[in-house]
């Protein structure tokens, strides 16, 4: 178990990944001490609580030999590694600042020479590592060299020419051989998924194959307008509205074949079925900056893997998302989609439901 005193009491790991926010109580109970942290009364909610990462994303590289037209980073295949050294006094940092985990991305990570090491390295300083991968490259003797993960998330996006469709390389078969790989070498296997207008109608039978293989979630992630993709025809690949009408329902079918996680920028998009399960369930929409963050492959801070070079200090949330029953959990949507499609990275975010509505 690791903890981190807040001000409303405590956010705690266990050891099979579950992170949890306990009140002081509970907290207590656990023999956490608040300190000065619980002085002052505790908080109605924990919702403006949390102003250092739980997660940060770090880009161990730029180099990646897949040619993905909508690479968010523009990664290539002369691209450059950060240095171990670097990385590592990165990590030191995160833990430092007491962020529990630290997921690696690129360009592909795989093609990082140290890549072993520096999962071991997060781990011993009290670091929970994950990492996302397209699967190039990966052999059996690659995969049991992961051991340190918690868990690796193979990038997916389509079955057979579905995949290519979006990504514009033929990489299915890459992408299925990784899992298996993976899963022989022992190590737990997450599916990525971006949705689009081109694969939204296959994603039952995606789920399908993937449960077939034996990865054991999936994780929904909105197609964002960063990097090569901000470049692309974006209008021609974001889910429809009939899409994005259909989402929550899909998503709960998706649900009763696997464990499904959704990215945070997906939360406006589903806000407008019975917002009661996103309060509930305790789901974080937009945390750039705050319980997100994220490190470039620069070495540079950032609020999040898509923003680089962006700051984001507080700010007033305009409306009509200062008066939306989830505001506190969406935080006014994708700042990344804000900033493409109005100029602004403050803007209420175009494509929530509720945005459109309000400006019938
Ligand atoms: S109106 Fe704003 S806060 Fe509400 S769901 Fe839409 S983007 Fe999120
Ligand atoms: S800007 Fe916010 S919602 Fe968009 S990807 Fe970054 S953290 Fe997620």
Same mark, same amino acid.
């Given at each position: 178990?690791?903890?981190?005193?807040?001000?409303?009491?405590?956010?705690?790991?266990?050891?099979?990944?579950?992170?949890?926010?306990?009140?002081?109580?509970?907290?207590?109970?656990?023999?956490?001490?608040?300190?000065?942290?619980?002085?002052?009364?505790?908080?109605?909610?924990?919702?403006?609580?949390?102003?250092?990462?739980?997660?940060?994303?770090?880009?161990?590289?730029?180099?990646?030999?897949?040619?993905? =037209?909508?690479?968010? #980073?523009?990664?290539?295949?002369? $691209?450059?590694?950060? !240095?171990? +050294?670097? @990385?590592?006094?990165? &990590?030191?940092?995160?833990?430092?600042?007491?962020?529990?985990?630290?997921?690696?991305?690129?360009?592909?990570?795989?093609?990082?020479?140290?890549?072993?090491?520096?999962?071991?390295?997060?781990?011993?300083?009290?670091?929970?590592?994950?990492?996302?991968?397209?699967?190039?490259?990966?052999?059996?003797?690659?995969?049991?060299?992961?051991?340190?993960?918690?868990?690796?998330?193979?990038?997916?996006?389509?079955?057979?020419?579905?995949?290519?469709?979006?990504?514009?390389?033929?990489?299915?078969?890459?992408?299925?051989?990784?899992?298996?790989?993976?899963?022989?070498?022992?190590?737990?296997?997450?599916?990525?998924?971006?949705?689009?207008?081109?694969?939204?109608?296959?994603?039952?039978?995606?789920?399908?194959?993937?449960?077939?293989?034996?990865?054991? =979630?999936?994780?929904? #992630?909105?197609?964002?307008?960063? $990097?090569?993709?901000? !470049?692309? +025809?974006? @209008?021609?690949?974001? &889910?429809?509205?009939?899409?994005?009408?259909?989402?929550?329902?899909?998503?709960?079918?998706?649900?009763?074949?696997?464990?499904?996680?959704?990215?945070?920028?997906?939360?406006?998009?589903?806000?407008?079925?019975?917002?009661?399960?996103?309060?509930?369930?305790?789901?974080?929409?937009?945390?750039?900056?705050?319980?997100?963050?994220?490190?470039?492959?620069?070495?540079?801070?950032?609020?999040?893997?898509?923003?680089?070079?962006?700051?984001?200090?507080?700010?007033?949330?305009?409306?009509?998302?200062?008066?939306?029953?989830?505001?506190?959990?969406?935080?006014?949507?994708?700042?990344?989609?804000?900033?493409?499609?109005?100029?602004?990275?403050?803007?209420?975010?175009?494509?929530?439901?509720?945005?459109?509505?309000?400006?019938?």
């Amino acid at each position: 178990v690791r903890a981190r005193a807040e001000t409303f009491g405590a956010w705690v790991r266990f050891d099979d990944r579950t992170l949890v926010a306990l009140d002081r109580a509970a907290a207590r109970r656990l023999g956490i001490d608040g300190k000065k942290r619980w002085r002052d009364p505790a908080p109605t909610s924990i919702a403006d609580a949390t102003d250092r990462p739980l997660e940060v994303h770090v880009a161990v590289t730029s180099r990646c030999p897949a040619s993905c =037209e909508g690479c968010y #980073l523009d990664a290539r295949a002369d $691209g450059s590694h950060r !240095s171990f +050294d670097d @990385l590592a006094t990165t &990590l030191d940092a995160i833990a430092e600042r007491g962020a529990f985990t630290v997921a690696f991305g690129g360009g592909e990570p795989l093609t990082h020479p140290d890549l072993p090491r520096l999962a071991a390295h997060a781990r011993a300083v009290g670091l929970t590592p994950v990492v996302t991968t397209s699967g190039i490259g990966l052999t059996a003797e690659k995969a049991r060299a992961l051991s340190s993960f918690a868990q690796v998330n193979v990038s997916y996006d389509g079955v057979g020419e579905t995949y290519e469709t979006v990504r514009g390389f033929d990489g299915a078969r890459i992408a299925e051989r990784a899992i298996t790989t993976l899963i022989a070498a022992g190590i737990g296997v997450g599916v990525n998924v971006v949705l689009t207008r081109q694969n939204f109608a296959t994603l039952v039978e995606l789920v399908e194959r993937v449960v077939s293989l034996g990865a054991r =979630e999936i994780q929904l #992630l909105r197609w964002k307008p960063a $990097g090569r993709a901000a !470049s692309l +025809d974006y @209008l021609t690949r974001r &889910l429809s509205q009939e899409q994005v009408a259909a989402l929550p329902e899909l998503v709960r079918e998706l649900t009763t074949r696997t464990s499904v996680r959704i990215d945070c920028a997906l939360v406006p998009l589903l806000s407008f079925g019975n917002v009661d399960d996103l309060l509930k369930l305790a789901v974080m929409g937009c945390e750039a900056g705050r319980a997100l963050g994220a490190v470039d492959v620069r070495g540079n801070d950032a609020p999040c893997s898509f923003l680089s070079g962006v700051s984001l200090p507080k700010y007033e949330v305009p409306e009509p998302c200062a008066s939306c029953p989830v505001r506190a959990v969406c935080r006014s949507g994708c700042r990344v989609v804000a900033k493409h499609l109005t100029g602004d990275v403050f803007a209420p975010d175009p494509e929530c439901p509720r945005v459109i509505e309000a400006r019938g």
